[in-house]
């Protein structure tokens, strides 16, 4: 259980900082897209090739991109032996707040159990960019609405 947290925090501290990003989306309908193929790829194995995706669409400097693949590199394995390899995935929710903030959630399903994926886009002067993303296996915070 203590390594699944070491994962969430690392990716909940990623600092979210201005960069010169390489493509702005220009809708929400688009960022549905994007991000969908970004969870695609987690949940077919190919983590690299959704980090390539997100990377040009995230504000996170690239320095600082590259540090959190490598923590990311480091625990896959720990992911995969607790987890069990992905085996699919599922759109759950679109939220917005406002004209200029959004958020997609999917869950990534594993042989043992599902991890959350959250994007958040803001609506930047030059369209939408993904400010903020984690996953975690805290699938619970999906009924937290419900209580």
């Known amino acids: 259980m203590y390594r699944h947290r070491i994962v969430a925090v690392a990716l909940a501290v990623l600092p979210i900082l201005a960069s010169a990003q390489s493509r702005f989306l220009q809708s929400t309908d688009e960022g549905r897209t994007v991000t969908e193929g970004i969870v695609a790829s987690v949940a ?87 400010s903020h993303f984690a996953f975690d296996a805290n699938a619970v915070m999906f009924f937290s609405h419900l209580d």
């Open 44 to 130: 077919s194995g190919n983590m690299t090739g959704a980090l390539k995706d997100l990377q040009p669409l995230s504000v996170i400097q690239p320095t600082d991109f590259d540090v959190f693949k490598a923590q990311l590199n480091s625990q896959q394995d720990n992911i995969l032996r607790s987890f069990g390899p992905p085996s699919g995935y599922e759109y759950v929710r679109f939220d917005k707040l406002g004209t200029r903030l959004a958020r997609f959630q999917y869950l990534v399903f594993h042989e043992k159990a599902a991890m959350r994926w959250n994007f958040v886009l803001y609506k930047a002067e030059k369209g939408w960019v993904i």
